[in-house]
């Protein structure tokens, strides 16, 4: 099943709605780093709240879409982990380093919104 | 329910004819001689000191069902109703301080006396004696049995209710400010309180939105190294639902095990006090705390 991606003024919003296959993720990884690059988005979001299990492949797939992401100048925040996902993570080795997590879509948006107005500031 | 049912089919199928007639002329002598045999049981449990915690009264009353009961199952040869009145009975006795082995002493007395009536009766006739006691014993060790296992059982059930009542009292998850929790922990950290902990921080963060968790391990005197990986592992599973947590109160100890057993703490970050960590997470919040100045306190 394909995942929607949503346009919210300069951000993507991408919210995955049920068990992906690996080639859904894929899928999904390629068109949000097109996507960024044509809609010239500054952030994107990635809401797997409905996400029961992060595998390694999906968790890396998801670390490879952020870093992708960064080198095409924009954002990435990953919203909605679960709590016995996280755990369970961790417990695997999975700690999505160097990738910003919020608790849901609307905290996620927050911190875009600061960094962006940090990026103004500096200018 | 099924062993007992798989048991009491064990006892019942060996009864042949003549010793389940043997059983009922059993019963009826126990009870056309209930009165003195309960009066001699009970003074026998107030001699051998048992029950101490109870009235002579009550020890009667109780005495009085237990042998009702304990008739009614030589009778019918079932243990359903045994064991209920046996849950019963331990869950009225076992917060009076009643011991095991008061419970196990009373039965054993209870056997003892009704044997020393069969004595008594059948002493002409020692045959007959033995045969009554061949069916007598068998079915009076599976009651003992059964009165001493659910009472022990009971007693179990009764110490793990506590022990998790101790186990979700002993972690609290404060929350102190908008999106600020903290987690006092006091006292010894094992393997399955720090697991239990971690899964009530995590339902908390969520719960409350916090974006910064204090830990506070002031209170914990010492840690293992499985303990002190379940630390870092919480402080990772935390940091994927959004929230940064500080560690704070680390003992001279304390410290000394997590840089020996090689701890990452690139990962953590920790403050001196519980103070000073509310301090970091109120500036990670952007929160400033004022002292409200005389002058400048009140705006008129």
């Known amino acids: 099943m394909a995942v929607p991606i949503l346009k919210q003024s300069q951000y993507l919003i991408a919210t995955i709605q049920s068990a992906l296959t690996d080639h859904d993720l894929v899928q999904l990884r390629d068109a949000l780093v097109n996507q960024v690059g044509t809609l010239r988005s500054k952030g994107v979001i990635v809401d797997v709240t409905a996400m029961d299990v992060m595998d390694s492949f999906a968790s890396r797939t998801l670390r490879d879409l952020a870093y992708m992401i960064r080198l095409r100048g924009a954002e990435t925040v990953i919203v909605g982990i679960q709590p016995e996902v996280a755990f369970a993570m961790v417990q695997l080795g999975i700690t999505l380093e160097d990738v910003t997590t919020a608790l849901d879509l609307e905290e996620g948006l927050e911190y875009l919104d600061r960094k962006g107005q940090h990026g103004q500031r500096a200018l | ?300």
């Open chain 2, 1 to 300: 329910m099924k062993i007992a049912k798989d048991q009491s089919l064990g006892i019942q199928e060996p009864v042949s004819d003549s010793t389940a007639a043997l059983l009922r002329e059993l019963v009826a002598h126990l009870r056309q001689h209930r009165t003195e045999l309960r009066e001699e049981w009970a003074r026998r449990i107030t001699q051998a000191k048992l029950l101490t915690a109870m009235s002579d009264e009550e020890i009667f009353a109780e005495a009085t069902s237990v042998y009702d009961n304990y008739v009614e199952a030589l009778e019918t040869g079932t243990f359903e109703a045994l064991q209920a009145y046996a849950r019963n009975l331990s869950e009225r006795i076992i917060p009076r301080g009643v011991q095991t082995d008061e419970v196990v002493g009373i039965v054993l007395l209870l056997r003892d006396v009704l044997a020393r009536s069969l004595f008594a009766k059948y002493q002409a006739d020692f045959k007959l004696l033995n045969r009554i006691l061949d069916a007598y014993e068998p079915a009076a060790n599976r009651i003992a049995n059964t009165v001493a296992v659910g009472f022990v059982q009971e007693r179990e059930r009764i110490i793990r209710e506590q022990q998790e009542a101790i186990r979700e009292l002993s972690t609290p998850v404060l929350q102190v400010r908008e999106r600020l929790l903290i987690l006092p922990i006091i006292g010894v950290m094992d393997p399955q309180r720090a697991r239990q902990l971690t899964e009530q921080l995590l339902r908390g963060i969520r719960a409350n939105r916090a974006r910064v968790v204090v830990i506070d391990i002031t209170g914990v005197a010492a840690i293992d190294s499985h303990v002190a990986n379940h630390l870092v592992q919480t402080v990772e599973a935390s940091r994927l639902l959004g929230a940064t947590v500080i560690v704070t109160g680390l003992s001279p100890e304390i410290a000394q095990t997590l840089v020996n057993i090689g701890v990452d703490l690139g990962k953590m970050n920790t403050v001196g006090d519980l103070q000073g960590g509310i301090e970091e997470a109120e500036r990670l919040l952007g929160y400033k705390v004022v002292p409200l100045t005389e002058g400048s306190s009140a705006p008129a």
